[in-house]
């Protein structure tokens, strides 16, 4: 079946740095890719739509200049999160729509910013 | 508004029984697709059954079942012989098609315990 690859899955940064969070689909090519995030014993909120080789659909309310979504090739996506500060620290997690309209998840990435 | 409901934040089932989780949506679209995702505690989401709106029958997998009652707009999820290792965040998820792109729009999740 499609598998995504999430990496790292956690994340320990200082306050102010940078923060880069890769998604691979394995076996099939991604067109898309969603980046979500969720707070605990939350829901998911997705935050962006990533599109290969252009730029990506931001959710209303998410800075565009804060998570940097790059899709430059079929099979990866990244998300950086610039800057980062304490309250950016939540579980990121990604997902690529495959075959058949279904939808496959990254195992998610646990980001602390201390 | 495209919207999912869950209106159960906890269910507490015995091992070996089963238990329905329930899953409410809205949306105007006459296309649209239905999923289930279990998360562990580990955080991965762990896709468990999908039913489109056009689908005739009530989608099975396995001890997962989806009840589809398309004129209520519910598709309550059934999982039957319930095991300790059910126990886990689940959330229903509808497809939705805004602004001439697809993405999914989650409820806020039901956590399910499984007792002994």
């Known amino acids: 079946g499609a598998v995504v690859s999430q990496h790292p899955s956690r994340v320990i940064c200082k306050s102010g740095t940078s923060v880069k969070i890769e998604c691979r689909s394995l076996?099939?090519?991604?067109?898309?890719m969603f980046w979500y995030r969720q707070f605990p014993k939350k829901s998911l909120m997705l935050m962006a739509t990533?599109?290969?080789?252009?730029?990506?659909?931001?959710e209303q309310g998410v800075e565009k200049d804060k998570f940097l979504i790059n899709h430059a090739s079929l099979t990866l996506s990244t998300l950086t999160v610039t800057s980062a500060h304490p309250e950016d620290s939540s579980f990121y997690i990604c997902?690529?729509?495959?075959?058949?309209?279904?939808?496959?998840f990254g195992s998610g990435t646990r980001l602390t910013v201390v | 508004a495209q919207k999912i409901t869950q209106t159960q934040p906890g269910m507490f089932v015995q091992e070996k029984e089963a238990v329905t989780l329930d899953c409410t949506y809205d949306?105007?679209?006459?296309?649209?697709?239905l999923f289930w995702y279990k998360q562990p505690s580990s955080g991965e989401m762990i896709f468990l059954i999908y039913?489109?709106?056009?689908?005739?029958q009530n989608a099975t997998e396995g001890r997962y079942s989806l009840n589809f009652q398309k004129a209520r707009k519910s598709a309550n999820l059934v999982i039957s012989a319930s095991q300790l290792g059910d126990s886990a965040m689940y959330f229903c998820?509808?497809?939705?098609?805004?602004?001439?792109?697809?993405?999914?729009?989650f409820g806020k999740g039901t956590k399910l315990t499984v007792n002994p």
């Open positions: 998820a509808m497809r939705v098609t805004q602004g001439g792109s697809e993405k999914l729009v």
């Open positions: 076996d099939f090519q991604a067109t898309t």
């Open positions: 990533s599109n290969e080789g252009s730029k990506a659909t931001y």
């Open positions: 039913q489109g709106s056009y689908d005739q």
């Open positions: 949306t105007s679209d006459p296309s649209y697709g």
């Open positions: 997902s690529a729509r495959a075959q058949a309209r279904t939808y496959t």
